[in-house]
């Protein structure tokens, strides 16, 4: 168990609202990740950060943003969701030392009627 | 062509079966393998990581064939809770490091 937790589980929300998903991880990890999983693709980076304050883009991240203020604590942002961004959220962190595996978190299901 | 290509399946197999998957990567500076595996609607949960020299856990084995770019997962006397979808993990630092998933392969172990 790598001490990750994601809030909400699932969400249902109308287009051109904003969303914010948060990921909590309780080990201190420096690198956190953001993707985004649909049928008949594999998990799709958005965003990730390697410390505090410091993020840079994935592969899809236009209509994203994230923040992160504290360790323990990854934000995703929808500024104004779209049908598009119906999907299942994932954060991840990587492991420590020099392995590059990562460990997830439950997901969030986010539905965009 | 998807940097890391999989047989999306599904293999249907019975219980006690031997099944393996392939998978197959394209950028030969890719550094670090993995399977993961995949509950229907849960998280990605790592499996195993896969390494040159071939490595075993218990019933599971993981091979990499670097000259083939591709690598491949034996699970020996399948159970009915091997059932769920198998993701191949790649990562590479080109610049960057980079973590590509493959789709994955639905596994299905019947009694």
Redesign the interface.
């Known amino acids: 168990d790598a001490g990750i937790t994601q809030s909400p589980r699932h969400k249902v929300t109308e287009t051109g609202t904003p969303v914010t998903l948060r990921c909590h991880q309780t080990e201190n990890h420096r690198y956190m990740y953001w993707?985004r999983q649909d049928p008949?693709?594999?998990?799709?980076?958005i965003h990730y950060s390697y410390g505090v304050k410091d993020t840079d883009k994935g592969e899809v991240s236009d209509g994203y943003s994230v923040s992160r203020s504290k360790t323990e604590d990854f934000l995703l942002t929808l500024e104004s969701a779209t049908s598009s961004q119906t999907s299942v959220y994932?954060c991840a962190i990587r492991g420590t030392g020099d392995s590059?595996?990562?460990?997830?978190?439950?997901?969030t299901r986010l539905t965009v009627t | 062509r998807k940097e890391?290509e999989q047989d999306p399946g599904p293999f249907n197999v019975p219980e006690g079966a031997t099944v393996a998957f392939n998978c197959t990567y394209s950028n030969s500076a890719s550094?670090?393998f993995?399977w993961y595996r995949q509950d229907c609607r849960?998280?990605?949960?790592?499996l195993m990581?896969v390494y040159s020299s071939g490595n075993e856990d218990g019933r599971f084995t993981a091979q990499l064939n670097r000259a083939s770019q591709y690598i491949s997962l034996l699970i020996r006397d399948s159970k009915l809770s091997d059932s769920a979808t198998y993701?191949c993990v790649v990562?590479l630092n080109t610049g960057g490091?980079k973590?590509?998933?493959?789709?994955?392969t639905r596994l299905f172990v019947k009694a």
């Open positions: 993707y008949g693709h594999g998990l799709r980076l994932f590059y595996e990562q460990y997830f978190g439950p997901g | 890391v550094q670090s993995f849960k998280e990605p949960k790592l990581s993701l990562t490091f973590t590509i998933f493959g789709a994955g």
